[in-house]
Every structure is written in C-alpha cells, then in structure tokens.
C-alpha cells in the first residue's frame, strides 16, 4: 500500500540522506529525488502520500515540482521545506497548494509531526473519496456495460485519473460511448457536484462557436442584446466535455490554446480576461495524429488535450460483450414501453455476435428496441433486420459452394484414374492451385 510512501526531494545528500534515516526510523517507506525533474519522476511511477521538497533546488525549483504535482493529483499533499529567511516564498507554495511548510535549520520532531498531519488528512481524503464514490454510484448508474479484457483497461484508465484535473482526450469510433466514458471521469471526481456540459464541435455553426464557448459583451455583434458568460464559464467547477474536437475550425483552435495554457478566456468584443476552471474532456473520432501532418489540427493544441488518452475499442472487438449489452438494451426497452421483458431466441444472438457492427453500440442498441417492438414473447431472427440476418444465410451459401467443387474436383480426379495433371487440365486450373484445394478438403 501507498499510505506510507514519502517522497523526499533535496539536492543536498547529506540533508537527503538524515531526512530518509529520519523517516525510514518512523516506519514510512521512503523515495528520494536530487531534482525537480527526478522528483516529478518518482512521483509518476510510484504512490506517494506525502511529497517533502526544498523550495530551492538545482533546475526547476520546489514551486515548479509543486505545480506539475497538483496539476495531475489536486489531493496531493506537498510539504515545502525554505531557509527561515524565506518565509514569504512558502506562504506563497501555500498559497500553490503546498499542505505545509517546514523551515530550516528544522527540529526532527517538528518534520515527523507535519509528515504524520499529513499522512492523516490524506486518508480523510480517501474515506471521503469512497463515500462520495458510493453516493454517487447509487445515482449515477454506469450504461459502459461489458467485462472483455479490452473495456477493462478502459475502466481501470478512469479509476486510475478521474480524480484528477489531467486533460483526457478519448478515442474511438462514432457509437462507440465517448460520452459516456466522459461522464463516467466526471462523477467518479471531487467535481462530481459540479456541472457537466457536453458541447458537439462539429454541430455548431464556425461564426457562432467563439461566442458560444468564450461568451460575449452586450454590443460585441449584431443581436448581442446582452452579455453572455460562455460553455467555459458555465462549465466553472465541473466538467467541460469537447465532443468530435478534430472539427474544431483552426482560427478557433489558437484561442482554445490560449484559453487551456493560461486557464482564462476573452470574451468576444471584451478586453479584460475571465479566468476559469473547468477540467476538459475531449473526444474525436478521428486520427489526430494525421490530422497534425496533414495541417488541419495544431500539434500544440493536440499535446495540451492528450495528456491522457483513453481508446474505447469498436463493438466488433468486443463481441463477447454483446450479450450483456443486449440484455441491458431489451431491459431499458422494457421500461419505457411498460412491457415485460423477453429474451433473446438464441440463433438470433449468434447473428448479433457475428455481425460487425459499424456503427458500435449505439447501432446495437437502435437494433434492439427495434427488434423489441416487433417481437412477441421472443426476440426472434424475424426481427432482426435482414443486412444481421443475411450474415449466416450467406456464410450457409459459401459452404454449400465448397461442397460442390470438391465432390465435382473428385468426380473429375475419379475419371482420370486419379491423373491430377489431367484434372488440373480439365477443370481450368493449375496444377498448385488443385493441390490447395485438395489439401483444403482434406481430400490429396
């Protein structure tokens, strides 16, 4: 476990080495780092409970280590250690969201009571965390149906970073629930209680964008009869999620940066600034990567938004999960229709696992209230429409094909005393060829 993991970030050794005695004599488990850089590091790789840190350090200093390490995890608890002359540079770490501070020359006692308040509130943290996660369980039941290996690493990725403010851009195909992956970062966050406003990049007319996601002063244009605060400053405290964000236009795409580096947007036909803060979910079904090559999307733009990145796999790669989501689907059916529930006719869930799906989940579950309204007591094959069907009919052919070249492939063989330079004459093809399809049909 975690909850005794310190991290000890000093550039002097000799202090690093008493601090680690220190702590180690205590019973906590102790990481060190000579460096902002290779604290930051440490503080990736591993479960820190309590980050130590000298606010003067070789490179990036204390106050930089404390920004990367809130930016990823605002829970974290970071202890700043300064000169006694320097007080005012630990308030302002405070002020950062340092936990505390301790100053130098410093008493062993003092460092190991702060390291232990410390270790106390974060597992008030944590126990506040699992209720809140249970409270909002019970209302906020998860529609991500499925347990294939492949949706697994997709919920243990939002356990994982739901509750911090890392930007996270997910990626899949259209139907595939990247709204629902959004949601599901949402309220498994602290900002739970907080809004969650979804805005679709791609259906929103290229004048009206800027005003709609940045707000705009009374007279700004033609029809501003009044000010307007934005999606980013409606979204304040929540969560704002950027949907189909690769049809973001590029004039748009150069404010969006600005807005997400400096956590402030410029309302249209204003000069003074409003600051935000809103954790951004973005989502694209498209290759952001070629987009960059090819000049359509900004390669500063699309680092900001990855910082983590969640691909959902397409419904065909996760056909094992087509059962639970069509019992999910007929049940949901069920309700809205006042019905009793029905099953599934067991040939008919053969043909939904064998389809390939195309349009993901979301054409699965228009598939199923479909087949719902017109079954009876049953879901049957006969409510299935005919492209799902038409599947093993087609599969049925081909077999039936197969079975007919081989018998007439042995037919030929058996009047030529099994001379197959000859049958490979008469039926057209070469030689190679007839020794393939003999060994296919198990037949040479």
């Known amino acids: 476990m975690g909850d005794q993991n310190v991290l000890v970030v000093e550039d002097e050794e000799l202090m690093r080495t008493i601090l680690r005695q220190l702590l180690e004599d205590s019973g906590y488990s102790v990481f060190t780092a000579d460096s902002a850089e290779a604290g930051y590091s440490v503080f990736s790789q591993n479960d820190i409970a309590v980050t130590l840190t000298d606010i003067k350090l070789a490179g990036s200093d204390g106050l930089t280590l404390l920004d990367r390490i809130k930016s990823v995890d605002p829970d974290s608890l970071v202890i700043v250690m300064t000169a006694y002359s320097s007080v005012d540079t630990a308030v302002a770490a405070l002020r950062k969201g340092a936990y505390d501070y301790v100053t130098k020359p410093f008493v062993n006692a003092d460092i190991l009571q702060t390291v232990k308040n410390a270790i106390n509130q974060r597992q008030l943290f944590k126990e506040n965390r699992a209720l809140r996660r249970e409270l909002r369980n019970a209302h906020y039941p998860s529609e991500i149906i499925g347990n294939s290996e492949k949706l697994r690493s997709v919920f243990n990725m939002i356990e994982k970073v739901a509750d911090t403010n890392a930007n996270v851009l997910i990626l899949g195909e259209s139907g595939t629930g990247k709204e629902l992956v959004a949601r599901a970062l949402h309220f498994n966050s602290s900002r739970a209680s907080e809004p969650f406003l979804a805005v679709n990049c791609g259906a929103m007319p290229e004048h009206l964008l800027e005003s709609e996601f940045f707000g705009h002063v009374r007279g700004a244009f033609t029809g501003a009869v009044s000010d307007k605060r934005g999606i980013f400053g409606a979204a304040n405290g929540g969560t704002l999620f950027l949907d189909e964000i690769g049809e973001m236009p590029p004039p748009l795409q150069v404010k969006l940066l600005r807005a997400l580096q400096e956590r402030e947007v410029l309302p249209v036909g204003s000069s003074v600034p409003v600051k935000f803060d809103a954790r951004i979910v973005a989502a694209t079904n498209k290759d952001l990567d070629e987009e960059v090559s090819l000049g359509n999307f900004r390669e500063?733009?699309?680092?900001?938004?990855?910082?983590?990145?969640?691909?959902?796999?397409?419904?065909?790669?996760?056909?094992?999960?087509?059962?639970?989501?069509?019992?999910?689907?007929?049940?949901?059916?069920?309700?809205?229709?006042?019905?009793?529930?029905?099953?599934?006719?067991?040939?008919?869930?053969?043909?939904?696992?064998?389809?390939?799906?195309?349009?993901?989940?979301?054409?699965?579950?228009?598939?199923?209230?479909?087949?719902?309204?017109?079954?009876?007591?049953?879901?049957?094959?006969?409510?299935?429409?005919?492209?799902?069907?038409?599947?093993?009919?087609?599969?049925?052919?081909?077999?039936?094909?197969?079975?007919?070249?081989?018998?007439?492939?042995?037919?030929?063989?058996?009047?030529?005393?099994?001379?197959?330079?000859?049958?490979?004459?008469?039926?057209?093809?070469?030689?190679?060829?007839l020794y393939r399809k003999l060994k296919r049909y198990d037949a040479g």
């Open 300 to 433: 500063d733009l699309f680092y900001r938004l990855s910082v983590i990145e969640i691909s959902l796999p397409p419904l065909r790669e996760r056909a094992e999960d087509i059962p639970a989501l069509c019992k999910f689907f007929v049940n949901r059916t069920a309700r809205e229709q006042n019905a009793a529930e029905r099953p599934i006719a067991p040939d008919a869930l053969e043909d939904l696992k064998k389809y390939s799906w195309p349009g993901n989940v979301r054409e699965l579950e228009n598939v199923i209230e479909r087949a719902f309204i017109l079954s009876g007591d049953e879901i049957g094959r006969d409510s299935l429409p005919e492209k799902i069907t038409a599947i093993k009919k087609n599969a049925a052919d081909s077999r039936s094909l197969e079975a007919f070249e081989k018998r007439y492939i042995l037919e030929v063989l058996d009047s030529t005393d099994q001379d197959k330079i000859a049958a490979a004459a008469i039926l057209g093809i070469d030689l190679s060829t």
